[in-house]
């Protein structure tokens, strides 16, 4: 069965300070990546996705940038976090171009 | 551009009884998937129950069930004798079959407190 995995699952980070976030998939080939972020408990914005190694789109313009070195392998950075970037990142995985998504268990990142 | 609009920000139920959540959407396509994810405290997202438009039967899953109206354009979500558990944030979405615009589109959310 298909498993996604993400973490940290908590991450406290200093303004200014990088940022990594990761995100593997098992148990299936190619599929769709993408990285939500959530602010303040409701609703969710897409910041990335990806549809094969190396190809990733950005929904909006921001700090962050996204990574796909693998298949199955999904990462968010940032080269210096703003207290902006606070808030709750979600992975998902879904089967190209059909379906739903299955979402990773997130990361609430606060930057101080 | 498809969008997903949950007209409810906040639903109140009582344990056991029935309350019913509501979702419309808009599209100008034929083939689409609609989804009620389910998101509680811990924040995990979680899929409740998926509607394909080329079905007429609604989706049922234990308690939960769906009122698909394809030409209304509208997608509620029914949950019988609800539990605590049933407490979280609630979210429709939208996701076109194939085709270059193909992201899953999410409603504002609607969240449901169950009293005991």
């Known amino acids: 069965s298909q498993t996604i995995h993400q973490w940290p699952a908590t991450l406290v980070q200093p303004v200014g300070s990088p940022l990594s976030l990761e995100c593997t998939v098992e148990g299936t080939s190619n599929p769709n990546l993408y990285w939500y972020r959530q602010a303040a408990g409701r609703g969710l914005q897409l910041l990335f996705y990806s549809v094969g190694i190396g190809q990733i789109s950005s929904e909006v313009p921001q700090n962050l940038s996204a990574s796909r070195p693998q298949d199955r392998q999904f990462i968010l950075s940032s080269k210096k976090l703003l207290l902006s970037d606070s808030g709750f990142y979600l992975c998902?995985?879904?089967?190209?171009?059909?379906?739903?998504?299955?979402f990773g268990s997130g990361t609430r990142l606060t930057v101080v | 551009a498809q969008t997903v609009t949950q007209s409810q920000p906040e639903m109140s139920v009582q344990e056991a009884e029935t309350v019913t959540l509501s979702c419309t959407y808009d599209t100008s396509e034929s083939d689409y998937y609609l989804f009620w994810y389910k998101q509680p405290p811990s924040r995990q997202m979680i899929l409740v129950i998926r509607?394909?438009?080329?079905?007429?039967q609604n989706a049922t899953e234990n308690r939960f069930s769906v009122n698909f109206q394809k030409a209304a354009k509208s997608f509620s979500l029914k949950i019988s004798d609800s539990q605590l558990g049933d407490a979280a944030m609630y979210f429709c979405a939208y996701r076109s079959d194939g085709g270059a615009t193909n992201k899953l589109i999410f409603g504002t959310g609607t969240l449901l407190a169950v009293q005991p």
């Open positions: 998902a995985w879904s089967v190209r171009w059909r379906g739903g998504y299955t």
């Open positions: 509607q394909e438009a080329y079905k007429q």
